[in-house]
Each structure stands twice: as structure tokens, then as C-alpha cells.
T-cell receptor, first 114, second 114 residues
Framework: NAGVTQTPKFRVLKTGQSMTLLCAQD?????MYWYRQDPGMGLRLIHY???????AKGEVPDGYNVSRLKKQNFLLGLESAAPSQTSVYFC?????????????FGSGTRLTVV | AQTVTQSQPEMSVQEAETVTLSCTYD???????LFWYKQPPSRQMILVIR??????QNATENRFSVNFQKAAKSFSLKISDSQLGDAAMYFC???????????FGAGTRLTVKP
């Protein structure tokens, strides 16, 4: 009964370092998303995927890359971290884009870039 | 682009009382979905209620109900018989039919006073 699992839950990076956030879902969902949450700004879409092997840019994609090599996993990469990327990152998934399905969210990753 | 506005950064309610959270959105579409998500201190995003734009009847889930005014592009959430466990950030969200980009408002922090 895991749903959407994000790892790690917390991370501190130095400016210029790289890292990968992992999102895994066990619900056989086709669609997966990466959001960032900043105070006073709600959640903003970074990248998303509509199926294995596909990715697309969202509202704030700069500085991030993603990959979806397996249907159940969606990776978010930061190649050269910047303090502006300090945020809480959420992964979400949904079955399909029709029918008004809500998203299932992971518990988030708090990333601090110093 | 669709935008979602939550004009109340903070709200408070007495336990057992009723509170209404406001949300307005901007869209030129006729088919879309609206959602309210709850984010307690645990950070987990929880779907509270959803509304299909083509339905005139307001959605209800136990103590949670919405007032959907399509012409006014308004989607407020009413919480009846407020409980201490309702204390959280609440996010209003919009998703266009057949679209992969769910847009969120900035959130309303709800405090429940015993």
C-alpha cells in the first residue's frame, strides 16, 4: 500500500553539486509529475511524463532534467544546484488525463542548496 | 494560461464551527476539473474534494462541500463542524480536460481553535 514514494526526504547540497531525486509509484499510473513548492506560490510544475520513455516541460523546467526509463519510476535531476532551487519537491501520479482523476502525491523532498 | 487565486493567506475557525475558503480561477475553457487539496504538517497532499465543470450540482464529501459558480469562476470550500484535524494548508487546483498541467493556488492556512 505504498502509493508514491520519494527518496530522499531531506537533502542539503552545496552550490554546483548535482543530485537525483527518485519517485516510485506502484499503482500502474501512466502519468507522473514533478512539482516544486515555495512559500506563497503554491505548487508549480517542473516536468511531467505521460508514459514510459516520454517527458515534457512544465511551467518551471530550467535547471532540471528528468527521465522515465521505467513506468513506475520518474527521476528528477539537478545538474548544478543553485540556491534558487531550495524548495520542497513533490512527485505525483495519476491514472490518465481524462475523468478528472486527482493526483496521488508523495510526501515530498526538502532540498536546501547552500 | 490558467491561473488560480486564493485571496485568503490565512483563516481561522472555532472548533465545531463552519468556515469557507475562497478560490477563483481564470480560464477560457468550458471543460475542466477543480480540486481542493489538504496539506497537513506532515506535508502529504491529500485530495479533499473535486468538481467537474460540466456538473451543476456542487460536490460534497461528508463535512466538506463546495460552492461552484461557473460563470463567476469561483470554487469555494466549506468545512462544516470543523475539527482540530482540519488544521492544514488548503490548496485549490484547476486542471483542464485532457491536459497534463494541474495549476495550484498559493494556498490558505487554516487554523482551528479549540
Amino acid at each position: 500500500n505504498a502509493g508514491v514514494t520519494q527518496t530522499p526526504k531531506f537533502r542539503v547540497l552545496k552550490t554546483g553539486q548535482s543530485m537525483t531525486l527518485l519517485c516510485a509509484q506502484d499503482m500502474n499510473h501512466e502519468y507522473m509529475y514533478w512539482y516544486r513548492q515555495d512559500p506563497g506560490m503554491g505548487l508549480r510544475l517542473i516536468h511531467y511524463s505521460v508514459g514510459e520513455g516520454t517527458t515534457a516541460k512544465g511551467e518551471v523546467p530550467d535547471g532540471y532534467n528528468v527521465s522515465r526509463l521505467k513506468k513506475q519510476n520518474f527521476l528528477l535531476g539537478l545538474e548544478s544546484a543553485a540556491p534558487s532551487q531550495t524548495s520542497v519537491y513533490f512527485c505525483a501520479s495519476t491514472l490518465q488525463d481524462r475523468g478528472g482523476y486527482g493526483y496521488t502525491f508523495g510526501s515530498g523532498t526538502r532540498l536546501t542548496v547552500v | 494560461a490558467q491561473t488560480v487565486t486564493q485571496s485568503q493567506p490565512e483563516m481561522s475557525v472555532q472548533e465545531a464551527e463552519t468556515v469557507t475558503l475562497s478560490c477563483t480561477y481564470d480560464t477560457s475553457e468550458s471543460d475542466y476539473y477543480l480540486f481542493w487539496y489538504k496539506q497537513p504538517p506532515s506535508r502529504q497532499m491529500i485530495l479533499v474534494i473535486r468538481q467537474e465543470a460540466y456538473k451543476q450540482q456542487n460536490a460534497t464529501e461528508n463535512r466538506f462541500s463546495v460552492n461552484f459558480q461557473k460563470a463567476a469562476k469561483s470554487f469555494s470550500l466549506k468545512i462544516s463542524d470543523s475539527q482540530l484535524g482540519d488544521a492544514a494548508m488548503y490548496f485549490c487546483a484547476y486542471r483542464r480536460y485532457n491536459n497534463n498541467d494541474m495549476r495550484f493556488g498559493a494556498g490558505t492556512r487554516l487554523t482551528v481553535k479549540p
